[in-house]
């Protein structure tokens, strides 16, 4: 019977045009799994935090297709696939040291949660943290996908005793 539960325990990916890459470890001793942009032929929503608008992929010069993010601007950018995770896993997306250092880019929520029931395109929130423009091409490793199990545990109104000298908030431990 384990063997069966071990089975069912897997993540199913649809991939939503053709060339879509799946997310893969680089390494066998990889947590994470590397998440590429898919932006050939594809709107994206930017954000400054005030306003909105969509901005289109388009091809650079190196042919790819790529958008070019301002200092601080945010891009809701597309992977290209949906995906159903197991009840009880969420995917978190982290930053790749890799991206965050070399261009700036920054993943502002993270980690962000992609819940098991999530039925549509993931997409990953980046913001260029740089001083100048950042391109994100088409097929970059923009994020990395870690996989963690969590507890559902029911919430119930009650009197909460103070059970030791910790309180006082923020730094209670370092008196």
């Known amino acids: 019977m384990a063997r069966d539960a071990r089975r069912s325990f ?21 947590a994470g799994y590397d998440l590429h942009a898919f932006l050939a032929g594809r709107t994206v929503q930017c954000s400054d935090g005030q306003s909105r608008w969509n901005l289109s992929a388009s091809p650079s010069e190196e042919g790819a297709f790529a958008i070019a ?12 696939f949906r995906a159903r995770l197991p ?7 982290r930053p790749r040291s890799g991206a965050a250092f070399a261009k700036g880019l920054r993943i502002p929520n993270a980690p962000g949660t992609v819940d098991s029931d999530y039925p549509d395109e ?4 980046v913001q260029n ?12 490793r923009i994020a990395q996908m870690i996989l963690a199990r969590y507890e559902v545990i029911p919430i119930t109104d009650g009197s909460v005793a103070i059970t030791s000298e910790r309180i006082g908030g923020f730094g209670s431990t370092g008196r």
């Open 10 to 30: 897997v993540i199913i990916l649809e991939r939503l045009f053709p060339g879509v890459e799946i997310p893969m470890r680089a390494t066998e001793g990889s």
């Open 129 to 140: 943290g740089s001083a100048g423009p950042v391109l994100i091409h088409h097929g970059d």
């Open 69 to 80: 993010l301002d200092p601080g601007i945010m891009a809701l950018v597309p992977l290209g």
């Open 122 to 125: 993931w997409m990953v929130l």
């Open 87 to 93: 009840m009880g896993v969420e995917a978190q997306i």
